[in-house]
């Protein structure tokens, strides 16, 4: 259990005490100054969920500081440019992966951000890549077909089948891929008229939103991880 208690206090390790008095041994309780949180957002390709995040955090609408995107590609260094933030390559071509996911800890843990975003980071995290982060601080995005359309181009496999909902979940990074403590979900409903590019497209809308949404809802202090689940106010 995690108490947050917002504002400044004369006396706050008394009253630190006295909260932690009345909570369950083992509670976890902070002063929260609502200072922006820095993050740092892992990419790909795919812009669309980034250009939402620095839209947002640029309009003061996200509680936060974006202090580096990496990425595994240079795709979006452009956007990220735009807003100021730097952009770091760790590309993956010549070196195993090991030593790629290497490289990209040492570069987040150089910014120490508080959080890090995977805003559409197409690679699977190693075991080892977890570990390195505490629960909670690993933040992911992806579509809500999985487990029924694996692989790749999985809007095309939605449409040949004919779905009739599409989705997207954020959700904390855990070893169990795409099945950590879920943040945020929705849905939209689709029909016989959207083509598989139709559907990709309401997709994407659908993925940022929610991440913004349950980035939000974190940088709020309003989500509690609890087992394999969280409590979300």
Same mark, same amino acid.
């Given at each position: !259990?995690?108490?947050?208690?917002?504002?400044?206090?004369?006396?706050?390790?008394?009253?630190?005490?006295?909260?932690?008095?009345?909570?369950? &041994?083992?509670?976890?309780?902070?002063?929260?100054?609502?200072?922006?949180?820095?993050?740092?957002?892992?990419?790909?390709?795919?812009?669309?969920?980034? $250009?939402? =995040?620095? =839209?947002?955090?640029?309009?003061?609408?996200?509680?936060?500081?974006?202090? !580096?995107?990496?990425?595994?590609? &240079?795709?979006?260094?452009?956007?990220?440019?735009?807003? &100021?933030?730097?952009?770091?390559?760790?590309?993956?071509?010549?070196?195993?992966?090991?030593?790629?996911?290497?490289?990209?800890?040492?570069? =987040?843990?150089?910014? %120490?951000?508080?959080?890090?975003?995977?805003?559409?980071?197409?690679?699977?995290?190693?075991?080892?890549?977890?570990?390195?982060?505490?629960? $909670?601080?690993?933040? %992911?995005?992806?579509?809500?077909?999985?487990?029924?359309?694996?692989?790749?181009?999985?809007?095309?496999?939605?449409?040949?089948?004919?779905?009739?909902?599409?989705?997207?979940?954020?959700?904390?990074?855990?070893? %169990?891929?795409?099945?950590?403590?879920?943040?945020?979900?929705?849905?939209?409903?689709?029909?016989?008229?959207?083509?598989?590019?139709? !559907?990709?497209?309401? $997709?994407?809308?659908?993925?940022?939103?929610?991440?913004?949404?349950?980035? %939000?809802?974190?940088?709020?202090?309003?989500?509690?991880?609890?087992?394999?689940?969280?409590?979300?106010?």
């Amino acid at each position: !259990m995690r108490t947050v208690l917002e504002g400044n206090f004369d006396t706050k390790d008394n009253l630190l005490f006295e909260v932690k008095s009345v909570l369950p &041994n083992g509670a976890n309780v902070r002063l929260n100054t609502r200072e922006k949180r820095k993050i740092a957002v892992l990419v790909t390709k795919e812009a669309h969920c980034l $250009g939402d =995040i620095l =839209i947002k955090a640029y309009s003061n609408a996200l509680n936060a500081e974006i202090v !580096m995107v990496a990425g595994n590609y &240079n795709t979006l260094e452009d956007l990220a440019n735009k807003f &100021n933030v730097p952009f770091h390559l760790v590309s993956c071509d010549g070196i195993s992966r090991e030593e790629q996911e290497e490289r990209m800890c040492n570069l =987040i843990d150089s910014v %120490n951000p508080d959080y890090v975003v995977l805003a559409k980071y197409m690679r699977i995290l190693s075991p080892k890549m977890v570990a390195h982060f505490p629960l $909670g601080k690993l933040i %992911n995005i992806h579509h809500s077909f999985l487990p029924a359309f694996i692989g790749a181009k999985p809007y095309q496999q939605a449409y040949d089948r004919g779905v009739k909902i599409i989705g997207a979940t954020a959700h904390f990074v855990t070893n %169990n891929l795409d099945e950590g403590p879920i943040i945020e979900q929705d849905v939209i409903k689709v029909n016989h008229r959207y083509t598989a590019e139709d !559907m990709a497209k309401a $997709g994407r809308d659908v993925e940022r939103l929610v991440l913004i949404r349950a980035l %939000n809802k974190v940088l709020d202090d309003k989500v509690f991880i609890h087992g394999n689940k969280t409590i979300v106010f």
